[in-house]
């Protein structure tokens, strides 16, 4: 049974630190690209980072670089998402993604809010 479970996700304060988690289970996780999607109220879903299976690049959202880095752990099958200097506009439901050819797999989202 293919799963991804976000974990991680609270209220911080601006300017703080949040870590999220994805652990991935039931499929190759190693030959998976993975993305973190994030979605506020209103808002159509976006793409905030993204690392690839094999060679590892990353890729970030304009509104993200230099806050936010994208990392995997292939041993582990966890994808992490560390969010530094957190703005209110980060306020979101995050969401993990795996993608292999035609297979597509989503987590159930973790609450992520800023605010004071």
């Known amino acids: 049974q293919v799963q991804l479970v976000e974990s991680g996700g609270g209220l911080v304060q601006p300017g703080g630190s949040l870590r999220l988690s994805c652990a991935a289970s039931?499929?190759?996780?190693?030959?998976?690209?993975m993305r973190w999607y994030r979605q506020a109220p209103g808002k159509e879903r976006e793409v905030v980072a993204s690392?690839?299976?094999?060679?590892?690049?990353?890729n970030y959202a304009d509104s993200v670089k230099g806050r936010f880095t994208i990392s995997r752990d292939n041993a582990k099958n966890i994808v992490y998402l560390q969010m530094n200097s957190l703005k209110p506009e980060d306020t979101a439901v995050y969401y993990c993604?795996?993608?292999?050819?035609?297979?597509?797999?989503w987590g159930q989202g973790t609450q992520v809010t800023v605010s004071s």
């Open positions: 039931g499929f190759t996780f190693s030959r998976y690209f």
């Open positions: 690392i690839s299976s094999v060679d590892i690049m990353t």
């Open positions: 993604n795996a993608k292999f050819a035609s297979d597509d797999y």
